[in-house]
Nanobody, 126 residues
Framework: QVEVVESGGGSVQAGGSLRLSCTVS????????LNWFRQTPGKELEGVAV????????AYADSVKGRFTISQDNAKNTVYLQMNNLQPEDTAIYYC???????????????????WGQGTQVTVSS
């Protein structure tokens, strides 16, 4: 069983910053494709950022480019999502997903990922 544990959500005002963490079991982290998705009520899961820990390849949704940064810490089997200049439309539950089926070449879709965290709430007020 692979563990995926997120942390770091919270409430901020527009323009503020938060950093989310996702710690996964080693076998899912090493040379692994890890993605952050987010979901708001009534909407489908949206891919936000992806990283391939083997090469450091990264990709972002257009809606977050220039504001969010995904990074990795190999010593801690952890990926981070640094979110700057947060806006009310970023309000969502953020999920970390691991173990992608197929190559890690883009954001992918939720069905591509096997293991999921419990989600962490991010709320941005105007």
């Amino acid at each position: 069983q692979v563990e995926v544990v997120e942390s770091g959500g919270g409430s901020v005002q527009a323009g503020g910053s938060l950093r989310l963490s996702c710690t996964v079991s080693e076998r899912a982290y090493k040379n692994g494709c890890l993605n952050w998705f987010r979901q708001t009520p009534g909407k489908e899961l949206e891919g936000v950022a992806v990283i391939y820990t083997g090469t450091g390849y990264r990709a972002y949704a257009d809606s977050v480019k220039g504001r969010f940064t995904i990074s990795q810490d190999n010593a801690k089997n952890t990926v981070y999502l640094q979110m700057n200049n947060l806006q009310p439309e970023d309000t969502a539950i953020y999920y970390c997903a691991a173990h992608r089926i197929g190559a890690c070449l883009d954001l992918g879709s939720p069905d591509d990922f096997t293991y999921w965290g419990q989600g962490t709430q991010v709320t941005v007020s105007s």
